[in-house]
């Protein structure tokens, strides 16, 4: 029996990276688990492998920057699966600009998907988690919620606001029987971590490989952090034995940022 027998979980940004790795742990844990994206193609694959850990799967597409598509996508998961209990903040966008060369759509959108997303999805779910006396929220926001870098002034903002956001909303539900929490990794080996490389060749010249290990050296222990690695804490807090932690920002970095 897994930690998260009976618990349904709603991952968002599930298609892929991060995302498809925390749908695969929670299954293995024990948890049926709708996952989310923008894009259903990707999904496929990802409730694939969570039905490999003989657990079912809802696939649902969604901008969770679209209040309206935010709520239908709960309602389903209520009404096909149960509630959502468990809740995982994983979709988001990176963007990378110098502030002058920030336009307003990409401020705007960049802060639509990162915080005001993570807050639609959190508002929807926590009064299913309220009714039953249990649940968990886990934000994956990111070490630019907890320290800024040049030309991510829209993505820090929006990190930020979303490690505001969990503090927040775990001291509302302090006592309750819900937690709520960021994980806050460093560079990731994803998809999203290669447009990082691909910016930083094209801004610079260095070669993709080049490229690569100065994102691997921003770790002491110069490397990429694994998604598995970040999905991992993910069901670890997930379950009645991270009970205790509530509105923490674990960082998953190797040691860059501390305290």
């Not at 920057?65 to 979709?91: F, I, K, S, T, W």
């Not at 990111?142 to 903002?157: D, H, K, P, Q, W």
């Not at 970095?253 to 501390?258: C, E, N, R, T, W």
């Amino acid at each position: 029996m897994g930690s998260l027998d009976t618990r349904v979980a709603l991952v968002t940004g599930a298609g892929r990276g991060i995302g498809r790795a925390v749908a695969i742990s929670l299954a293995a844990a024990g948890a049926d688990v709708a996952v989310a994206a923008r894009t259903g193609a990707q999904l496929e694959e990802t409730a694939a492998a969570v039905r490999a850990e003989g657990r079912s799967c809802l696939t649902l597409v969604c901008d969770v920057g679209d209040r309206a598509q935010v709520d239908g996508v709960v309602a389903r998961v209520r009404e096909q699966m149960g509630p959502p209990l468990v809740l995982v903040n994983n979709a988001g966008i990176a963007s990378s600009a110098k502030l002058t060369e920030t336009s307003d759509e990409l401020w705007d959108r960049t802060l639509r998907v990162n915080a005001t997303g993570a807050f639609y999805c959190s508002r929807a779910v926590l009064p299913l988690q309220l009714e039953a006396g249990w649940g968990r929220i886990i934000n994956m926001a990111s070490v630019a919620a907890r320290a800024g870098a040049a030309y991510i002034s829209a993505y820090a903002a929006s990190k930020h606001a979303l490690l505001g956001l969990t503090r927040a909303v775990a001291a509302e539900v302090a006592g309750k029987g819900i937690t709520v929490n960021a994980i806050c990794p460093g560079y990731v080996d994803t998809d999203m971590t290669d447009r990082s490389v691909e910016f930083i060749s094209t801004r610079t010249g260095r070669t993709p490989d080049q490229s690569r290990k100065v994102l691997e050296g921003f770790s002491p222990q110069n490397r990429l952090i694994t998604a598995e690695e970040v999905a991992a804490l993910a069901a670890y807090l997930c379950s009645d034995a991270a009970r205790g932690i509530n509105g923490q920002a674990i960082v998953v970095d190797g040691g860059a940022v501390q305290g």
